[in-house]
């Protein structure tokens, strides 16, 4: 088998992120939410931790949401009539991508809840 080059390896993933993103809603609004929250993140000049904490969250929720769609469409493939195994995998898949989503709001809301805050107080005294 021939080793592939790193310029291949880099492509084949880029067009894995494109492919999900021109056909999975969700992978879509999870990246209209990475762009709210990195524009909120500059409006409240928060602070370099919470930056990276905010780039691990927002990796940790769309890199879940790629392994879900390379989970169903292999599933699909191999299994494409109803099947409880098929189920489990799919069910499982997308529960890791529930509790990263979950887990990246709490982060959001520890980060932004100050700010928030303080922000409305200036704008409503």
């Known amino acids: ?3 592939r080059t790193w310029r291949a390896v880099f492509y084949s993933a880029t067009e894995g992120v494109i492919a999900t993103f ?3 809603r ?3 609004v999870h990246v209209l939410a990475t762009f709210a929250i990195i524009a ?3 409006f409240f000049h928060v602070s370099v ?3 990276l904490l905010l780039t691990l969250a927002i990796g940790m929720v769309l890199g ?3 392994m879900n769609t390379a989970v169903e469409a292999a599933v699909d493939l191999v299994s494409p009539d109803w099947h409880p195994f098929a189920k ?4 499982a898949a997308a529960g890791a991508v529930l509790i ?6 709490v982060i959001g809301i520890i980060i932004f809840w100050q700010p928030v805050l303080q922000w409305l107080a200036t704008l409503f005294g």
């Open 1 to 3: 088998m021939k080793k």
């Open 22 to 24: 021109r056909t999975e």
């Open 26 to 28: 969700n992978f879509r």
């Open 40 to 42: 909120a993140a500059w």
């Open 49 to 51: 931790l919470d930056w």
């Open 64 to 66: 879940a949401e790629l």
């Open 88 to 91: 489990k995998a799919k069910d």
């Open 100 to 105: 990263a989503s979950l887990t990246a709001a």
